[in-house]
C-alpha cells in the first residue's frame, strides 16, 4: 500500500501538524522513506496554498501531482486527499513548522518543497499577493532568511526591481568580496561628482544622486541582513 492509499485507509492520521516527529539521521534532499507525516504536511500546505485566492482548480491539483511526483494511478487518491485536507486544515504555518523542525538539516528538500509550492502557486498564470505572503510565511518557517527567500522567488520569477543584489547586479549566493567590489564600482561609475566631471548636463546630476542613494541602500541592506554593518570598508 502507497503512501496515498495509506493516507485514505487511516494508517496515519495525517492532518495533525503540530504532532512530533523523531529527527531524521542523514542529510540529503529527500525525505525519510515511507514518511506518511511528511507527505500529509505537504498535502496540506499545498491545499491550503491552493485556496489562498479563494478557490482550488484541476490545474493546481494536476500541478500539486506532477511536482510532488504522484503516480498516474494514484491521481484519484492524490485528489481525494487533496480535498480531505483543503477541509480539514485550519493553519498552514504548522504544517511549515513541522516540516520545518524535522527536516531542518535537510535545507536541499525544505527548499524542493518551497520551489513545489511555487510552481502549485503558478499554475494559473499568476501569483497573488495572498500566494506570496503564504510563500514567504513558509519559507520563515522553515528557516530561510529573507536573501534566501528573495533568491528562491527570483529563481521562479526573475528579479524584484527592489533586491539589493539586482541593483548591485551580484547573484543572492556572492562572497561579499564581490558584492563590495561591486558596490565600490558602481559608485565610482554613477558618483554625482563624476557625472559633472565628464561634463554631463546638469540636469543628469539629481538623477545621479537618486542612483547612488539607491546603491548605497542596496550595499547597507545586504551588510545588515549578512551581520556586517559594523564591519569597516
Not at 13 to 27: I, M, Q, V
Request: some cysteine; charged content about 25%; hydrophobic content about 40%.
Amino acid at each position: 500500500m502507497n503512501l496515498w492509499s495509506r493516507l485514505l485507509e487511516g494508517g496515519h492520521r495525517p492532518f495533525e501538524p503540530d504532532s512530533s516527529d523523531p529527527e531524521p539521521e542523514g542529510n540529503d534532499c529527500a525525505p525519510d522513506p515511507n514518511d506518511v507525516g511528511f507527505t500529509a504536511a505537504v498535502v496540506g500546505l499545498g491545499a491550503k496554498l491552493a485556496m489562498a485566492d479563494g478557490a482550488v482548480t484541476d490545474q493546481e491539483i494536476m500541478v500539486f501531482s506532477r511536482v510532488f511526483r504522484a503516480a498516474p494511478e494514484d491521481a484519484d487518491n492524490v485528489r481525494r486527499v487533496f480535498n480531505i485536507a483543503r477541509q480539514t486544515v485550519r493553519g498552514y504555518e504548522s504544517y511549515a513548522r513541522r516540516i520545518g523542525r524535522k527536516y531542518k538539516n535537510r535545507p536541499c528538500l525544505l527548499e524542493g518543497v518551497l520551489d513545489g509550492l511555487f510552481q502549485i502557486a503558478g499554475a494559473d498564470g499568476v501569483i497573488t499577493d495572498p500566494e506570496m505572503q503564504f510563500l514567504a510565511t513558509v519559507a520563515e518557517a522553515f528557516g530561510f532568511s529573507d536573501a534566501t527567500f528573495r533568491r528562491i522567488r527570483a529563481s521562479h520569477l526573475g528579479p524584484d526591481r527592489d533586491d539589493p543584489y539586482h541593483i548591485l547586479g551580484v547573484p543572492h549566493d556572492a562572497e561579499f568580496k564581490s558584492i563590495r567590489a561591486a558596490y565600490r564600482q558602481l559608485m565610482a561609475d554613477n558618483h554625482p561628482d563624476r557625472i559633472v566631471h565628464i561634463g554631463a548636463p546638469r540636469e543628469f546630476e539629481d538623477a545621479a544622486h537618486a542612483k547612488a542613494a539607491s546603491i548605497t541602500a542596496a550595499y547597507a541592506q545586504i551588510r545588515t541582513e549578512r551581520g556586517l554593518l559594523v564591519r569597516p570598508d
